[in-house]
């Protein structure tokens, strides 16, 4: 393996560059599958291999959630063999940190994720009041008859009298694992008075008391199955389907998350803050490359905020056919180590 940087080496260092990359389709194919080729990459950029003669900066947005930041931080190092610090991971759900300070103190409904990760996620954002749709079914069962609580959902669920709880906000922290139930719960949300179950607004034409926020619109996302997934974008279509049927209405929300630009705003700063952390200049001028396999989400986002972008090969587009993707990337490139030392060579 050649150097690319040596500290022997009079070849100038990329002082600008920075990366930003994707995790599912990226740095993994499915949950327990990290690609060699991102170990390695990540190795390269941290200088913990020698290869460059200091490190290269970078941080990992996903569309991906429902673990507390803090939990998914430990748990990538460990998969990816990369200490991350804390500026240098941002989830589907990382920016609602911010938004959902003017809700601390008010009950709210957290939907997705397995058991009651996403009241977790909630709570370490200073949610003090985050319910989950186990707490509503053990209230009142009939208001969703369709599935049963398991005995773990029956010890974790609140006791709670939900006739006596004002909701109002519903975050979707990550893809649900019951799209049936949370269609249910979350309409009945939206259309209750004052937020209440049970109760329904008579005029269903207004903007209604309750905001619904979602954290992730890709509609697919590829894992270790040879075709790409459903993900939360989908929910939120079938959700909107629902709605409008039901009121006529068209759903109104907030959404967070690749490509949108809270997220990308959010990240940049977080990569400043980084930069500040390891104890260089946060306002340098930098060409930030994001590397991703989702054109409509990674690419569509980097576009869109300035930075360059690199489309691999291992994801979501696998460009069977020679198709040029819907949102252009700077350069197309096989995997993510072809990517970043196509970009390292651009920018030196
Ligand atoms: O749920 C995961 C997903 O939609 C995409 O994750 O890392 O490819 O943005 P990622
Ligand atoms: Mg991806």
Same mark, same amino acid.
Not at 124 to 141: E, N, T, V
């Given at each position: 393996?050649?150097?690319?940087?040596?500290?022997?080496?009079?070849?100038?260092?990329?002082?600008?560059?920075?990366?930003?990359?994707?995790?599912?389709?990226?740095?993994?194919?499915?949950? !327990?599958?990290?690609?060699?080729?991102?170990?390695?990459? %990540?190795?390269? @950029? &941290?200088?913990? +291999? /020698?290869? $460059?003669?200091?490190?290269?900066?970078?941080?990992?947005?996903?569309?991906?959630?429902?673990?507390?930041?803090?939990?998914?931080?430990?748990?990538?190092?460990?998969?990816?063999?990369?200490?991350?610090?804390?500026?240098?991971?941002?989830?589907?759900?990382?920016?609602?940190?911010?938004?959902?300070?003017?809700?601390?103190?008010?009950?709210?409904?957290?939907?997705?994720?397995?058991?009651?990760?996403?009241?977790?996620?909630?709570?370490?954002?200073?949610?003090?009041?985050?319910?989950?749709?186990?707490?509503?079914?053990?209230?009142?069962?009939?208001?969703?008859?369709?599935?049963?609580?398991?005995?773990?959902?029956?010890?974790?669920?609140?006791?709670?009298?939900?006739?006596?709880?004002?909701?109002?906000?519903?975050?979707?922290?990550?893809?649900? !694992?019951?799209?049936?139930?949370?269609?249910?719960?979350? %309409?009945?949300? @939206? &259309?209750?008075? +004052? /937020?209440? $179950?049970?109760?329904?607004?008579?005029?269903?034409?207004?903007?209604?008391?309750?905001?619904?926020?979602?954290?992730?619109?890709?509609?697919?996302?590829?894992?270790?199955?040879?075709?790409?997934?459903?993900?939360?974008?989908?929910?939120?279509?079938?959700?909107?389907?629902?709605?409008?049927?039901?009121?006529?209405?068209?759903?109104?929300?907030?959404?967070?998350?690749?490509?949108?630009?809270?997220?990308?705003?959010?990240?940049?700063?977080?990569?400043?803050?980084?930069?500040?952390?390891?104890?260089?200049?946060?306002?340098?001028?930098?060409?930030?490359?994001?590397?991703?396999?989702?054109?409509?989400?990674?690419?569509?986002?980097?576009?869109?905020?300035?930075?360059?972008?690199?489309?691999?090969?291992?994801?979501?587009?696998?460009?069977?056919?020679?198709?040029?993707?819907?949102?252009?990337?700077?350069?197309?490139?096989?995997?993510?180590?072809?990517?970043?030392?196509?970009?390292?060579?651009?920018?030196?």
């Amino acid at each position: 393996r050649r150097s690319l940087n040596s500290h022997s080496s009079s070849v100038p260092f990329p002082e600008k560059l920075a990366f930003a990359f994707d995790i599912d389709g990226v740095l993994k194919q499915g949950h !327990h599958n990290v690609l060699p080729q991102a170990k390695r990459v %990540l190795q390269l @950029l &941290s200088g913990s +291999d /020698g290869r $460059l003669s200091k490190p290269i900066p970078f941080l990992l947005i996903t569309n991906g959630g429902g673990v507390p930041d803090e939990e998914r931080r430990a748990a990538l190092s460990s998969e990816l063999g990369v200490q991350l610090g804390p500026d240098q991971l941002v989830q589907s759900h990382t920016p609602l940190r911010d938004y959902v300070k003017k809700y601390q103190e008010k009950p709210v409904l957290v939907i997705g994720g397995a058991g009651e990760s996403c009241r977790r996620v909630a709570e370490s954002y200073g949610l003090k009041h985050a319910y989950i749709p186990q707490d509503i079914i053990k209230w009142r069962p009939a208001i969703w008859d369709r599935t049963q609580l398991t005995k773990g959902e029956e010890s974790f669920a609140k006791t709670v009298d939900f006739s006596q709880i004002p909701l109002s906000a519903v975050f979707v922290m990550h893809d649900t !694992h019951d799209w049936g139930r949370d269609i249910m719960l979350i %309409l009945d949300t @939206l &259309s209750a008075k +004052d /937020g209440i $179950l049970g109760t329904r607004r008579e005029n269903r034409d207004d903007q209604g008391e309750v905001e619904l926020v979602l954290s992730n619109a890709d509609v697919e996302w590829r894992s270790d199955w040879p075709i790409s997934r459903l993900g939360q974008g989908a929910f939120r279509l079938s959700l909107e389907a629902v709605y409008k049927a039901t009121t006529g209405l068209q759903l109104p929300y907030k959404q967070f998350g690749k490509p949108f630009k809270a997220t990308y705003d959010f990240s940049e700063l977080s990569l400043r803050r980084y930069l500040s952390s390891v104890g260089r200049n946060p306002d340098v001028p930098l060409n930030v490359y994001m590397v991703g396999d989702n054109p409509a989400s990674d690419i569509a986002g980097a576009n869109a905020h300035g930075w360059s972008s690199i489309l691999v090969r291992t994801g979501v587009f696998r460009d069977p056919n020679g198709e040029v993707p819907e949102h252009e990337p700077t350069v197309i490139a096989d995997d993510v180590e072809k990517g970043v030392e196509w970009a390292i060579r651009r920018e030196t």
